[in-house]
Structures are given as structure tokens and as C-alpha cells.
């Protein structure tokens, strides 16, 4: 698993925002965000922890971009967050029918117990693709219906801070190591320690 081009936008301007209902001035300048800032949207954050996410609203007006090589099998647990949230992938179907024969172990996640089935499906994959008796549309289904969920794709994924901490909270003790990564990888975006995991200094 990969997760590569990490990016957050428009702190400055949601922590500018974050002060409008008691039309108070943002001391933040640029990206940076003020002591008196930070501890406002700390106190923003417990409060939505103890009664109603409406106060950390601002956390959606952080913008996240990011680029992630993952299996099939952890895309599908991902794909059930889909508010504020949008996703360009590479085309599965035409990798495999347009460069079958580069296809090899490499393009799968797998732990060493799979590495066997993985070798045959790739090897049914190859023999699917060079019958002719089959049309194109008939390759993509029979494909399709034995590609493990070990198969890596890369997606294009945006967000904001406010799903990747619903993501990293609700997936903190999940048993797939993907989603430890993910929750790792997340603590590179500028006050994910504030404003995604609700860790103060010394924390």
C-alpha cells in the first residue's frame, strides 16, 4: 500500500471561518495557525467529541488531496465513506486487457499463505485473455469474476479533515494493517496531532 502526493489546502481560510458565529478575527497567518487559534479549535473539537460534530464544522473546510495504491479488499471497507468525498481511479479492466502479459505478483497485496492462488489467477487472467473465442465484453466479465481483492489499484482521493478523523477513529484497533498505515501515513498533514487525532503536546 501506497499513499503518495499528501496534501491539505484551505487551513487559513477554515480557521478564519471558524471564528465568524461570534464574528470573532482569526490571529492565524497563512497556513500557520495561531496559539489563541489552535486552542480554539481544540476546544471546538472536545466539544463535538461530548455533544454534536456541528462545532468542529470548520474541520470540513480543510481540504485533503492524496494519491493511494491499495488492494481491492481495503477499498471496499473505504468506499463506505463517501460524504464531501470523491474518487478518480485507474481503469482496472484496462490494465488487464491491454498489458496482460506484464501482469505478475507485484501487482497484488498479499501475505505469503495467498502467493500460490495469486500465481493461478494470474495465469487464468492470461488464459482468458488470449481466447478468441470469447468477445471483449465476455473477457471483462469472466475477469472480473475471478480478479482477487488482492489486486492493488491507485485512486485519487479527496476529502477534508473532518472525514479522515471520522476514518481514523473508527478504524483505530481494525485488524487490517492497511488501515494502520492509512492512520500513520495521516499524521504527516499539518495539525492532523490538533485537529484529527485530538492530542494535545505532551500527548
Known sequence: MKIENLEAFNIEGAIRGMRFPKKGISTSTGD????KDLDLAMRLWDASEKDNLA??????????S??????????SEMDTYTIGVTKN?????HTLLSDVESISLSNFEYDFPA??????????IKRIKSDNRLSQ?????????ILPS???????????YEMVRNICKQREFHPLIEWDFFRKRMRALPYSKQLIFGERDGE
Open 137 to 145: 465484453i465476455a473477457k471483462k466479465r469472466a475477469i472480473k469474476q
Open 150 to 160: 488482492a489486486w492493488k489499484q491507485r485512486r485519487h482521493w479527496t476529502g477534508s
Open 115 to 124: 502467493e500460490s492462488y495469486i500465481i493461478y489467477s494470474i495465469e487464468a
Open 32 to 35: 500557520i495557525i495561531s496559539e
Open 66 to 75: 492524496m494519491d493511494i495504491t491499495a488492494p481491492l479488499y481495503w477499498w
Open 89 to 93: 481511479s485507474e481503469s482496472t479492466m
Open 55 to 64: 462545532h468542529s464544522k470548520f474541520l470540513r473546510q480543510i481540504f485533503v
